[in-house]
């Protein structure tokens, strides 16, 4: 599956072959789904449609990952100018329109992943009235689960659901820029103020002394007492979810652009210097970090495409300039690896871009296998390498 050293540099000549056999695969899935939902995870590098549930029918608008597939179209378009990509895109953004004002399937923090890369992309990129608005709802959906005085935004489930009630996610970092967006559009300052309480309440609480981080933490809702971290897909309440990691390096770094709260820019460099530290020989770090050289867990190589966006946002936000060279270093080192190793030997192989993700592995759910957002931050590393003044949709 994967070489025994570290990879090189990656070089214009990898990156743009790298990117072609991404675009025809994403061209392919095009034909293959149309304007349904490939469910979030391969089988067998096939992605299948995405099941009926409540009421949502096959290859339906539901769960936390369809926008992925929506951000994939987006960049294919920017990369290309080929208006198959744009307006397959703009497809699933009138249908996340539609899901936000039919209110279907909305109870969860991961609004922020939703709309950030369908609709808020659609209103950067081509000015779609109607996808501001829809983005506009969804902050307001998110905001409903800001919780007074915990300063934290529930991440699942009904807030009246007692076994969710208070709980928050790393991820949640990433479901940031929506309001830091909504904020920007509106100036009220609800949206900005929720941004800063919450990320400086996972700063302190979700990320550990040794640098290290829960996949998940609980407050009390009533009083905002923090009362215990834990996990749902690590390997132990005490490990360290890499997937979990990488979302740090990511959103600590991309919040402290936009707070300029120091404590968050520390934060980033705590978790890239931690991730860092972990990772075996090909610099793809297994499911969990707790596991090194010659174990035989699974790779999950979404978490190594999540660290190379995270440590080029934090190369870009870095104050100390031999710091930023160093991560701008080994993001290039983990691209290459990626694209080495990790990607279908042809690409007619698989429907994925990257192979070799987890999703959840104690649930065994998604175990080495593609996966929607592995493939997103693959296809954005690969643009944040060939076009640096790219600007992201977070």
Not at 238 to 253: D, H, K, L
Not at 306 to 318: D, F, H, N, R, Y
Not at 347 to 373: C, F, M, Q, R
Request: aromatic content about 10%; hydrophobic content about 40%; glycine content about 8%.
């Amino acid at each position: 599956m994967t070489s025994t050293s570290p990879a090189a540099g990656t070089t214009e000549t990898t990156t743009d072959a790298a990117i072609a056999a991404a675009l025809s695969t994403i061209r392919r899935n095009i034909a293959k789904f149309g304007g349904s939902y490939p469910d979030d995870t391969t089988v067998d590098d096939r992605y299948e449609l995405r099941p009926a549930e409540g009421g949502i029918p096959l290859g339906g608008n539901r769960g936390w990952t369809t926008s992925f597939r929506t951000g994939l179209l987006w960049l294919a378009w920017e990369l290309t100018g080929e208006e198959d990509y744009r307006d397959a895109a703009r497809v699933d953004a009138a249908d996340f329109e539609r899901r936000v004002s039919a209110e279907e399937d909305l109870d969860t923090h991961d609004l922020g992943f939703l709309y950030t890369l369908s609709t808020v992309a659609a209103w950067r990129l081509v000015g779609d009235p109607r996808a501001r608005d829809a983005s506009l709802l969804a902050a307001d959906h998110l905001m409903r689960r800001f919780l007074e005085p915990a300063g934290i935004i529930q991440a699942w489930g009904d807030l009246s659901d007692p076994a969710q009630r208070g709980r928050t996610i790393i991820d949640s970092l990433m479901n940031m820029p929506l309001l830091t967006w909504a904020h920007e559009q509106t100036g009220e300052e609800r949206f900005a103020d929720a941004v800063v309480r919450h990320t400086a309440q996972l700063r302190e609480h979700i990320l550990r002394e040794d640098d290290s981080t829960f996949h998940t933490f609980y407050w009390d809702a009533e009083t905002g007492e923090a009362l215990r971290g834990g996990t749902e897909q690590g390997a132990a309440d005490e490990s360290c979810w890499a997937r979990g990691q990488a979302w740090g390096i990511y959103g600590f770094a991309m919040n402290y652009a936009v707070t300029r709260d120091e404590r968050l820019l520390e934060a980033s460099r705590r978790c890239t210097e931690y991730f860092l530290r972990h990772l075996p020989a090909d610099e793809v770090p297994f499911w969990d970090l707790v596991y090194t050289d010659g174990s035989d867990a699974p790779r999950d190589s979404s978490a190594a495409a999540i660290a190379v966006c995270g440590l080029l946002e934090l190369a870009k936000v870095e104050t100390d300039a031999e710091r930023a060279a160093e991560w701008t270093a080994r993001a290039h080192s983990i691209l290459a690896s990626l694209i080495a190793n990790y990607t279908p030997v042809n690409a007619e192989d698989s429907d994925a871009l990257i192979l070799h993700s987890v999703y959840d592995l104690p649930k065994g759910n998604g175990v080495d296998e593609g996966t929607l957002w592995g493939d997103y931050f693959y296809l954005e590393a690969l643009m944040r390498v060939a076009r640096p003044e790219w600007r992201k949709y977070w």
